[in-house]
């Protein structure tokens, strides 16, 4: 339990600050704490081991050259309610875009899939194709669009186009 961990203030200080800017180096927390790299790896290590923080290894889409999250849910019509109709429009969404960095769909007949982007244009132009082709099947259409800025990711739904 975290009761039981000795919790410095500087723990608290780096949760806060990772909360606030998730993505991070060690090198701006100290500059930001006022301490050594060293202390924020050996601080990290401990409240990674504690189970206070978890590691995630996630690449940097920006600096791949991916300025743009999109996360789209498409919905069934209920008479297009089968796994084969699921997958089959899936597949159009996914097509040869290997920027789709998870795909799901769920027991109510939704796919929902997280891509990034160099370009919107380009993949809203895909939804926009794969909607109007099977609009007859699609229910329901959701697009999020989340663009970095300064390391921080914002939420852009008003540059697309319904």
């Known amino acids: 339990m975290a009761g039981d961990i000795n919790i410095k203030k500087i723990d608290t200080k780096i949760i806060s600050l990772?909360?606030?800017?998730?993505?991070i180096s060690n090198r701006e927390l100290a500059k930001k704490l006022g301490v050594s790299p060293l202390t924020i790896a050996n601080r990290?290590?401990?409240?990674t081991k504690n189970n206070i923080l978890m590691k995630?290894?996630?690449?940097?889409?920006?600096?791949?050259?991916?300025?743009n999250l999109?996360?789209?849910?498409?919905?069934?019509?209920?008479?297009?309610?089968s796994i084969k109709n699921l997958n089959f429009v899936k597949s159009q969404i996914i097509g040869n875009n290997k920027k789709a960095i998870f795909c799901h769909k769920t027991a109510n007949y939704r796919i929902i899939t997280i891509h990034v982007a160099?370009?919107?244009?380009?993949?809203?132009k895909t939804?926009?194709?794969?909607?109007?082709?099977?609009?007859?099947?699609?229910?329901?259409?959701?697009?999020n669009v989340f663009s970095y800025v300064d390391d921080h990711i914002l939420?852009?739904?008003?540059?697309?186009?319904?």
Not at 56 to 67: A, C, I, R, S
Request: aromatic share 14%.
């Open 118 to 124: 160099k370009n919107i244009a380009d993949f809203q």
């Open 18 to 23: 990772l909360i606030n800017k998730k993505y």
């Open 44 to 47: 990290l290590e401990f409240l």
């Open 56 to 67: 995630e290894w996630v690449p940097n889409y920006k600096k791949l050259g991916y300025e």
């Open 70 to 81: 999109i996360i789209t849910i498409l919905t069934l019509k209920p008479e297009f309610h």
């Open 127 to 143: 939804v926009e194709k794969v909607s109007a082709k099977y609009s007859h099947m699609i229910a329901d259409r959701d697009v």
């Open 155 to 162: 939420n852009i739904n008003d540059l697309w186009k319904d």
